[in-house]
């Protein structure tokens, strides 16, 4: 367990107002670019969040290490840090070992160690499992298992970066005007329940799926609880994680689609399925009675991120606020519209979602040009 005494928490809060802020930006070509326009739209928003927490993920991030796992720790201890680099030595094949580059940032204070590492799976190690399921296995065991030490970020050509303070502060303070990727997420924390602490800071990530979230999960008890029978555990005391876990275990281990993986984070009310025709009922009956402990009770807005494909999702009822828009193969996700237009002042389109519908931007899907649209939204390579 981590000791959170140890982490920077300037303001001393433990319970705020919530807000937060996110934002997603997606090249559906697959054109890398700066994080220096991400950082721009994300700190726009700088009075939804409070300085307690501030993150990014990046993908097409590793072009050089595609086929790696690439792990991103933070360390609280050297004793962490000594313990964890010989639990990797026992179990992967480590390619690459170097502490991520930073720059001394006025407003981040007492910041853990952080490295990264890029991994081959140890064939021997993982005989009886897919190279997918090892790594989770590995990541939880590290994040149970070793004292002041917790894996933030664990799939292929992507990374997260996250930290207490603004978004903008920690992109300045990890340097991410200098990297490239073709998708990014980004995302301004203002806790409610629970720390503001490094590792309750957004995005929260599992190989290579990512979660940015503005609301509150009061299912998470439950979530949490159905999750664990899968070997999921939740170690970074923030609810967000259930979404993140949830995302993994219905589309990569059960290979549900999108639409009906909302279905089930984000379900009609039951009246509202009796007015649907009978094939349909059934089916969201059935998502219901298999998948009622993964329903995400509370106000929500979340960007899913993984490669090739980034997904904006809210809440049934829409309680926490989401904008997308389009600007030739760019596709833009974001709490505020003021955001998106900072730097991208002149959209092809822009739209508010309809609750539960999923906004879609692939690489592989076509568009799906509708005016005033409310519901999906496909994005292509152009």
Known sequence: MIDIAKTSNPYCDSKVIDACSIFGMMDTSGKAFSGRDVMRAIANMHVRGNGLGGGFAVYGLYPEYADLYSFHVMYLSHEGKEEAEDFLKQRFQVVCAEEIPTQPTKAIVNPPLVWRYFLEVNRQESDRQSDNDYVVDRVMNINTGIKDTFVFSSGKNMGVFKGVGYPEEIGEYFCLQDYEGYLWTAHGRFPTNTPGWWGGAHPFNILDWTVVHNGEISSYGINRRYLEQFGYHCTLQTDTEVVAYAVDLLIRKHGLPVGVV??????????????????????????????GSLLLNGPFTVIIAHQGEMIGLTDRIRLRPLTAGIKNQMLYLSSEESAIRLICPDLDEAWTPMGGEPIIGSLEKPLKPRKNMVAEKVIKVS
């Open 262 to 291: 909302a279905k089930i984070l984000a379900p009609p009310f039951w009246d509202d399925i009796e007015r649907r025709p009978q094939e349909e009922q059934e089916l969201l009956r059935a998502l219901r009675q298999v998948y």
